[in-house]
């Protein structure tokens, strides 16, 4: 294709072509140069007007891409921030980034961005990194707000830094920045999370004595799973109780907290003194509620009586979850009613709430130990399709069953979609999946 100037040339040429003709015409003999008509060009002949529409119909014409040099890639600097810290992978760049970008708005108030960072940074064993970004970062005028605090300090447990989460709430009047429970909060949890239980007890009496800040209900509560999770649970009562004393009402988080425990201590009758004594104080059951008391009746092979909790749970206007659903799918496989079990996976559907990967998992295993390898393998293959893939000792078993009863091809469609997993299966467990085929054919041979 001719470029621009090419075909400007060309008709310049083209041009004195036409001149010189014309003149040539003139002085011949046989010519008469008054005549009325013009002698004509020969049929094949590039005219003026022919060139000029050539030349506007190739401005029109899309010029055939060139690689860009490197003066005409984008440079660094005209990639948006956001996306750069997403793509860097060297901790020490990723650094130098938030380091570069301090003042940025755009980076400063985007907590995902800091998540996503502080995550890759102590995935790496940089803990001095994430300290030197944060510190950097409260000691901007955004460290005079609690909220931003608040991040700093969520940000400090996900790094595993409890002691780094407790300095930065203690210097926070340091940088001007106002106290209440929210930070207060906020930084026992990262320490109960961190099994410093000491520090939560310290932080819990110097509350009100040293920072000025009033205990909540999420204050308590927090203080209430942490002596749950120590075993103590005289103590988390007594925690509910001293609540009461201060004035602070229990809620449906506390109740839940202390009959999860009770329940899974063997203490039932605890744990059902404190489902009524939540109902008799007017504190209304949650969904996280209603399924602990269900899982304790799945517990006791007590099905029919989870079923029927269902059933109340919609009355009082609170619908069931995948994890209830799960619950009861199990309690009914545990005790031998396997229709009913798959009556209520039928039911989810109608009831607008979907099956999730554990519903699968759930439902497969047992089918699978029922030894009805046919429905197995269907809502086998719905789950994986859906890139939901159950456990690897479930799909063994399904295998097995499905090469026993001579199902092969159903077999190789649950193997081929193994093979295609992302993220993939190890290499021995492939290997240990295609054997079974391999074997379940020699078998029978």
Known sequence: MLSLGALRKLCAA??????????????????????????????????????RAALAASNTRPQPSSPPTNAERPSDSDTPVLVRIKRERDPVRL?????????????????????????????????????????????????????????????????????????????????GCPRTAKSLNATMKVLAQSRRFDDVLQLLDEASATYGVALDAVSYNTVVKMACDMGELRAAYRVMQEMEKEGVRP????????????????????????????????????????????????????????????????????????ITYNLVIKGFFLMGEHEMAQTVFGAMHGRGCKPNDRVYQTMVHYLCKRRDFNLAFRLCKDSMEKNWFPSVDTIHHLLQGLMKIRKDRNAREILKLVTERQPSYSADEVKAFQDILSHGKTGRS
């Not at 011949?28 to 005549?35: A, D, E, K, L």
């Not at 009746?297 to 069931?320: C, E």
Request: with cysteine; hydrophobic share 40%.
């Open 14 to 51: 083209f041009d004195a072509v036409a001149l010189t003709v014309i003149a040539a015409g003139l002085s011949h003999p046989r010519c008469r140069p008054f005549s009325s008509r013009a002698p004509s060009p020969p049929p094949d002949f590039p005219t003026i007007a022919a060139c």
């Open 95 to 175: 650094y130098d980034l938030f380091t570069a970008n301090a003042d940025n708005r755009v980076l400063v108030e985007n907590r995902f961005a800091f998540e996503d960072a502080v995550g890759r940074l102590a995935g790496a064993r940089r803990n001095d990194l994430v300290e030197k970004i944060l510190e950097q970062h409260r000691a901007l005028p955004q460290g005079r707000r609690e909220g931003f605090v608040v991040r700093v300090i969520g940000l400090y447990g996900k790094a595993r830094m409890p002691e780094h989460a407790l300095r930065a709430f203690r210097e926070m009047e340091l940088h």
């Open 251 to 322: 809620d449906a988080v506390t109740y839940t907290t202390l009959m999860a425990a009770f329940y899974k201590s063997g203490q039932r009758e605890v744990g059902d003194g404190l489902w009524n004594l939540m109902r008799l104080r007017g504190c209304m059951p949650t969904l996280a509620s209603y399924n602990v008391r269900i899982q304790f009746l799945i517990n006791r092979r007590r099905g029919w009586q989870a079923n029927d909790l269902v059933r109340k749970m919609y009355a009082a206007g609170i619908g069931p979850d995948e």
